[in-house]
């Protein structure tokens, strides 16, 4: 296969993670996610909890309105995209690889050799994924349905100005409520070895 990089943006509970987890093993590449939030929490010398905070936290809108030139948190945040933004086009062109979140498909937007992807399920389907494969309480699922979703497209907007689920800078949506994490991940891994086959030798 030629060298390739997916990106996967997902809803949450639609499990997006363990779909992408199990696409790097049946292609044999390598798979990042917290990755590269420990990389750019040495690159910062900043907490991986600090990061991770802020990439759901809200900086936008009202808040700039407030505070016109910027706050510590505002600034924080855009130093913490800029050095993932670095990390994430460093390891597209190291090797072929899986890459989950944090704008990486508005990073890689002009790599010929990106595939971009996002996960969905219905809200049903989302919510029996986290009271059992993923073990939360019922309530608790529902709030982390609606805050995560929300915080991750309002974290994707501020930076590229389109949403995580925009078909516009999608080359495919895929509902993994369908067939399951296997079977998605499997038809997946069919999709880009056909994307990025080999070209046929000349005889």
């Known amino acids: 296969m030629k060298k390739f990089v997916v990106t996967i ?5 639609s499990m997006g993670r363990p779909i992408a987890k199990r696409l790097s093993e ?3 590449v390598e798979y990042y996610d917290r990755d590269i939030v420990e990389a750019a929490s040495q690159k910062l010398d900043l907490p991986v909890s600090v990061i ?3 990439e759901e936290k ?3 809108g009202f808040f700039e309105m407030l505070f016109p030139l910027g706050t510590e948190s505002a600034d ?4 913490i995209f800029q050095a993932q933004s670095g990390i994430i086009t460093a390891l597209a062109a190291k090797e072929s690889c899986i890459i989950v979140g944090r704008c990486s498909d508005y990073v890689l937007r002009d790599e010929p050799d990106a595939f971009h992807v996002f996960v969905y399920a219905s809200y049903k389907d989302r919510l029996a994924n986290c ?3 993923l073990g939360m309480k019922e309530e ?3 709030k982390m349905i609606t805050e995560v979703d929300k915080a991750r497209n309002r974290y994707h907007k501020r930076y590229a100005k389109f ?5 516009a800078h999608k080359h495919l949506i895929i509902n993994s409520g369908l067939l399951g994490v296997e079977q998605t991940a499997q038809i997946l891994a069919e999709i880009v070895q056909m994307r990025f086959k080999d070209d046929e030798p000349d005889e």
């Open 140 to 142: 608790e699922a529902k």
């Open 163 to 167: 949403s995580s689920s925009d078909p």
């Open 58 to 60: 809200d900086t936008s």
């Open 9 to 13: 943006t997902r809803e949450f509970g």
């Open 26 to 28: 049946l292609l044999h």
């Open 76 to 79: 924080r945040q855009t130093r």
């Open 131 to 133: 009271t059992g494969p």
């Open 52 to 54: 991770s905070d802020e």
